[in-house]
């Protein structure tokens, strides 16, 4: 049995709304858990003079787990557009559509948790360790801006190759 939408956009493209919000979750997992975790550069309220205490560890453990938190729900919302996408019988993404959207959403999520919470808010910075220099800052916003440039240069490339599928089909169809 059709899903009702399913004939409503049969053939498009795929919707990009999932793979930006699959790439933004991603790139809070990687922030958290490699900055956060394995080197243990900062945590998310490490400005904090309380991160010399038992107390002050407890509490960015728990902000840092909301923020993981954050990124699960993005990542969960980003396989439910997918999902609706497929169902509504739009064509699947190719490689190129996909991967260029995950990195496309990943260099989102460094460029706006790094103006945010690394310049506005000054929550923490990319290395606290080290006494928050501001390179580090402005090289994680330099990489957020690669990603995204390069994420969105691939995925213009995966467009053209399912543009140049959709015309195949409906060459087919006619």
């Known amino acids: 049995m059709s899903h009702p939408t399913s004939?409503?956009?049969?053939?498009?493209?795929?919707?990009?709304t999932g793979g930006l919000l699959m790439g933004i979750g991603f790139g809070g997992f990687v922030?958290?858990?490699v900055l956060h975790q394995i080197l243990q550069w900062h945590h998310m309220l490490?400005?904090?003079e309380s991160m010399k205490t038992v107390a002050g560890l407890e509490v960015n453990t728990?902000?840092?787990?909301?923020?993981?938190?954050?990124?699960?729900?993005?990542?969960?919302?980003?396989?439910i557009a997918m999902l609706i996408s497929w169902r509504q019988g739009r064509l699947s993404p190719n490689l190129p559509f996909h991967l260029g959207l995950l990195l496309t959403?990943?260099?989102l999520f460094n460029v706006v948790e790094g103006v945010v919470d690394h310049h506005i808010l000054q929550l923490h910075h990319v290395r606290d360790d080290l006494g928050a220099?501001?390179?580090?800052?402005?090289?994680?916003?330099?990489?957020?801006v690669a990603l995204v440039?390069?994420?969105?240069l691939l995925h213009r490339r995966g467009v053209a190759?399912?543009?140049?599928?959709?015309?195949?089909?409906s060459r087919r169809a006619a």
């Open 46 to 48: 490490s400005h904090e």
């Open 149 to 152: 440039v390069g994420g969105w």
């Open 31 to 33: 922030d958290g858990i």
């Open 62 to 79: 728990l902000a840092d787990g909301f923020f993981h938190a954050a990124t699960w729900i993005f990542v969960l919302a980003g396989s």
């Open 105 to 107: 959403g990943w260099g």
């Open 133 to 144: 220099p501001l390179s580090w800052d402005l090289g994680f916003l330099a990489f957020g």
């Open 161 to 169: 190759a399912l543009e140049r599928r959709q015309a195949a089909l």
């Open 7 to 16: 004939d409503t956009h049969r053939g498009e493209l795929p919707s990009r």
